[in-house]
């Protein structure tokens, strides 16, 4: 299996502290050790890290831990390699262009013996993941429109992810900058701040933080991932089945439930 | 205008002195202040580094100077912004998928008044530099197949590239990991390093290294770029008009002079 972080927020916010404690489990903490990725979305643009070494020792990671990149929308993957060899070419987050965007998706989980119909957009690695993904933007491609909404989104995508969630296991996060769309197989679970801002501390290492120091009370940030980051924060486990939109840290459509 | 550095090698090797030279261009010894990014090909997986911010105070530049990233192919750009604002969605390289490939594309000039046919790549920023990689890739996705071999490529290119050279200039390199196309329009050098390997001291920064104390007798490590980045070697210069076409650190096919 493998671990998912993402975030969704109204104002440029870093990742600095949940990645921290995310990539502890890429070796110290947890068994995550074949690789990670996190983009992060500067308007349209997007900076991609990855390694295929462990999360928990990789100098990539400590840069990403300590150079607080500020964005609306990032997805972070640590990886436990299930199919598709340990390289680059295999960690997640993928990425594609599409009608003039890139598109950014992490999973958690195996979808087997999917067959796919041959579209543009066509995997460079082994993992059924990208097979996912560019099946789902080859479909998007044949059925939205440059213009389609967050909620037209959202209606195309969420069949499509409990289709892969009967046949396998199909947690996921998805975005194009604007929206993150995430998807509940097996587990996820989601906080939402905004002032009053309070203190955490992570699971994972012994680092706390008082947002009310790094916030503005306007300030509305979304952290989602696999298991909570946190000790002594109050997260919203998704059921098995749920997914939510989210857009500048707020649900703007869920369902699934 | 802007500058391109390129690695072709037999033998995985890393840029950290060919690129800690061309940093400096980005801030300290050149103008080259609008951003930077750098691509290098691992098997089929590609690792992105890019910063909007100049190359010579960039934390992100620091960690490519100082982490030893070994590849056959690298390309890499430092940016004196003329054409689209300076942001992150307009730093190259470019890097889009094609046939389950991962193309990479840099660019130095301009080729203004360009009338493109929509196609499936198209830009997501506002350079004209992005603009003409997704024209070249629509044309090649209707010209070329998935087995097309360098030559083929070269000749698909060549005409392209002196017909945008005609038009503005074009200097550039674009890659899919197994070879290297370089485009002289104005200014590109090159040099080829192998068996006896000797020793070079870096133009912009004191920073010297002796290649025989890392490398094998077998290895070839061919670097490209606009201007040569050491002082104590003999680079080749491209004529103007003159491209290569490089596959594991030699020249496979020429033309243009």
Chains 1, 2 share one sequence.
């Not at 900076?47 to 840069?63: E, G, H, K, Q, Y």
């Not at 598709?84 to 594609?96: A, K, M, Q, Y």
């Amino acid at each position: 299996m493998c671990e998912l972080l993402g975030m969704s927020a109204n104002t440029p916010t870093d990742l600095c502290f949940s990645f921290t404690g995310l990539t502890q489990r890429g070796g110290r903490t947890g068994p995550h050790i074949d690789g990670w990725g996190v983009v992060f979305y500067d308007g349209r643009g997007v900076r991609v890290f990855r390694d295929p070494l462990p999360s928990a020792t990789s100098p990539v990671a400590r840069l990403v831990q300590d150079y607080p990149i500020k964005s609306e929308v990032a997805v972070c993957h640590i990886r436990q390699a299930n199919v598709g060899n340990v390289c680059l070419v295999n960690t997640h987050p993928f990425v594609r262009e599409l009608w003039g965007r890139y598109w950014v998706f992490a999973h958690n989980g195996q979808v087997p013996d999917s067959v796919f119909k041959p579209g543009g957009f066509q995997p460079v690695g082994t993992t059924d993941s990208e097979a996912l993904f560019c099946d789902l933007l080859n479909r998007a491609r044949a059925t939205l429109t440059p213009e389609s909404t967050a909620l037209d989104w959202a209606r195309f995508l969420a069949p499509i992810a409990a289709d892969h969630a009967r046949k396998g296991v199909f947690n996921c996060l998805l975005s194009n900058g604007e929206w993150l769309f995430s998807h509940c197989s097996t587990k996820l679970a989601s906080i939402t701040r905004r002032a009053p801002f309070g203190a955490a501390h992570l699971r994972d290492a012994e680092v706390s933080i008082r947002f009310d120091a790094v916030t503005t009370p306007h300030d509305v940030v979304t952290i989602i991932a696999t298991e909570p980051l946190t000790r002594d924060e109050c997260w919203d486990c998704y059921a098995p089945g749920e997914w939510r939109m989210w857009q500048r840290g707020v649900v703007v459509t869920a369902g699934g439930q």
